[in-house]
């Protein structure tokens, strides 16, 4: 596992290569401190993927 700096504001999971989880909104929405991903979809995808390795 490891972590990148990308552009402010910036925020994606990616797993293996794929993006499993991204802030999205609008300009304005992320202004305002939204378009942040849920938390218990991230945990399910990066569980999901860890069991699809095994």
Known sequence: MS???????QFDVVVDGETIASRGGNVFQRILGGGWPDPEAVVRALEERLQARK
Do not use: K, V
């Open 3 to 9: 972590t990148q700096t990308g552009a402010l504001g």
